[in-house]
């Protein structure tokens, strides 16, 4: 069964980079019909999808991030990478990583999900 587990800073000072590792177990980032996703859920807020990267390494991020973020991959320890730059106070969120087979729908019952790190953009 696949696991999947954040890790990183808790607390990240405005202009700086927020780095998370996403540690996955049980199966490999490369397998095929995957996507290996970052998502957020801000105070108050809905999910919000951030970006992926496939099984073949290709990657997509959403419009609002796009600017500035960067999903990467190390095979092999079978990890992926969010890096995140110029965080303001407004990317305090509790960030997850899962392993989806679609990213029409973004919700913690479908797919495979981490736990979860709080993060707090602060000075």
């Known amino acids: 069964q696949v696991q999947l587990r954040e890790s990183g800073p808790s607390l990240v000072k405005p202009s700086k980079t927020l780095s998370l590792i996403c540690a996955v177990s049980?199966?490999?980032?490369?397998?095929?019909?995957?996507?290996w996703t970052w998502i957020r859920q801000s105070p108050g807020k809905d999910l919000e999808w951030i970006g992926y990267?496939?099984?073949?390494?290709?990657?997509r991020f959403g419009p609002s991030f796009e600017r500035r973020i960067f999903i990467w991959r190390d095979t092999s320890k079978d990890q992926f990478t969010l890096e995140l730059r110029s965080v303001t106070p407004e990317d305090t969120a509790m960030y997850y990583c899962?392993?989806?087979?679609?990213?029409?729908?973004?919700?913690?019952?479908?797919?495979?999900w981490g736990q979860g790190i709080q993060v707090t953009v602060s000075s």
């Open positions: 990267i496939d099984s073949d390494g290709g990657t």
């Open positions: 899962a392993r989806l087979q679609t990213v029409a729908t973004i919700d913690r019952t479908i797919g495979s």
């Open positions: 049980g199966d490999s980032v490369t397998s095929s019909h995957y996507y």
